[in-house]
């Protein structure tokens, strides 16, 4: 076979394909921004969960297609994209100035769009690069102390929802794992939890949907004694293991939903006089008492699902340096006894 038949059956083949294919061709010419952000979208970027790309939809139209407009790819500059944050941050023609994490988002989503664009030749360089953007103030976490804890668990003796409140600042699960567990999740042999998936509502379908973990790495925790007793009570050993059952349910035996919890740990945080306490900050809370109790950083780390160990220290290593003072103090105590 001589080079021609090679390179028409080459070509054959990539007829083919594209014939077959979903992926519109994409032309480059005179294409505006929003055009090109939405062929990425489209085409480009794949295997992202279907939250997500709301989020991404949501950005290109109600932002960047709000303030580019007709504006050609290719003519967008370094200038521009900074007007673009700029505008977002002091809020012109939006009900209100966007927060830091929102306005960091949007820039994303345009930063990625524009990256493919540079991978495939069609701009030189990246206008989203190098942009100033705001920073995020970390509000420091909001655990519950000793005496709040007292006080909520002798409030939710007999409450309904005792056993999720409970499970939850044993295991520091978010509130999207927690609603999602399935009593496939759960291990009576080993005494373990298989958190492997979330439950989330989808906005564009309005209905709640099983989606990857937010680090899309599954992971299992040992159970305390308490947390495997509680489960217990939800699967006894007649129950088959199953996939659709879910854990904890309301009244109708559906899966509890985030306002659900929201609502009962509201009334109830409010009746002992710390109405600001969140569902959150069990999680936060469930993660200072761990390292109160000793616990290293990359367990916990492990344990709550964060993607690195430097993240879990940033949040929580306030906690450490008090620990370390508390410490520091009782060996200097300890010690005096040698003087």
Same mark, same amino acid.
């Given at each position: 076979m001589n080079n021609a038949e090679n390179h028409k059956n080459s070509q054959d083949v990539l007829e083919y394909m594209r014939s077959i294919s979903n992926i519109p061709k994409y032309e480059s010419s005179a294409t505006t921004l929003i055009e090109w952000c939405e062929y990425w979208l489209q085409t480009r970027a794949n295997n992202i969960k279907e939250s997500t790309r709301s989020s991404y939809e949501a950005a290109i139209k109600n932002h960047i297609q709000r303030v580019f407009k007709e504006m050609r790819l290719d003519e967008i500059t370094s200038e521009d994209v900074q007007l673009f944050i700029n505008s977002l941050i002091i809020g012109y023609q939006l009900p209100k100035p966007l927060n830091p994490k929102t306005i960091r988002n949007i820039h994303g989503v345009l930063h990625k769009a524009l990256n493919v664009a540079v991978t495939l030749n069609y701009i030189k360089n990246n206008a989203a690069k190098d942009v100033v953007l705001p920073q995020i103030e970390r509000k420091p976490p909001n655990p519950l102390t000793?005496?709040?804890?007292?006080?909520?668990?002798?409030?939710?003796?007999?409450?309904?929802?005792?056993?999720?409140?409970?499970?939850?600042?044993?295991?520091? !699960?978010?509130?999207?794992?927690?609603?999602? !567990?399935?009593?496939?999740?759960?291990?009576?042999?080993?005494?373990?939890?298989?958190?492997?998936?979330?439950?989330?509502?989808?906005?564009?379908?309005?209905?709640?949907?099983?989606?990857?973990?937010?680090?899309?790495?599954?992971?299992?925790?040992? !159970?305390?004694?308490?947390?495997?007793?509680?489960?217990?009570?939800?699967?006894?050993?007649?129950?088959?293991?199953?996939?659709?059952?879910?854990?904890?349910?309301?009244?109708?035996?559906?899966?509890?939903?985030?306002?659900?919890?929201?609502?009962? !740990?509201?009334?109830?945080?409010?009746?002992?006089?710390?109405?600001?306490?969140?569902?959150?900050?069990?999680?936060?809370?469930?993660?200072?008492?761990?390292?109160?109790?000793?616990?290293?950083?990359?367990?916990?780390?492990?344990?709550?699902?964060?993607?690195?160990?430097?993240?879990?220290?940033?949040?929580?290593?306030?906690?450490?340096?008090?620990?370390?003072?508390h410490g520091a103090e009782q060996l200097g105590n300890y010690m005096k006894k040698f003087e």
């Open positions: 000793d005496v709040q804890l007292e006080k909520f668990f002798e409030r939710i003796k007999n409450h309904e929802k005792a056993d999720i409140f409970t499970f939850d600042l044993l295991t520091g !699960l978010r509130e999207s794992e927690l609603i999602g !567990l399935t009593l496939d999740c759960f291990n009576r042999e080993e005494r373990t939890l298989n958190v492997y998936r979330q439950l989330v509502y989808n906005k564009r379908t309005n209905i709640y949907e099983f989606t990857s973990l937010k680090n899309s790495k599954s992971r299992v925790l040992s !159970l305390t004694d308490q947390a495997y007793e509680i489960l217990c009570k939800y699967h006894t050993d007649t129950i088959i293991y199953s996939k659709d059952i879910f854990i904890f349910q309301n009244r109708n035996g559906e899966h509890l939903t985030p306002a659900a919890l929201y609502n009962s !740990l509201k009334k109830v945080m409010k009746s002992i006089g710390y109405p600001k306490v969140t569902f959150h900050d069990l999680r936060h809370t469930h993660a200072v008492l761990s390292l109160k109790a000793g616990m290293d950083i990359k367990t916990l780390q492990y344990n709550l699902g964060h993607y690195s160990a430097a993240f879990t220290l940033d949040v929580y290593g306030h906690c450490l340096n008090e620990m370390q003072i």
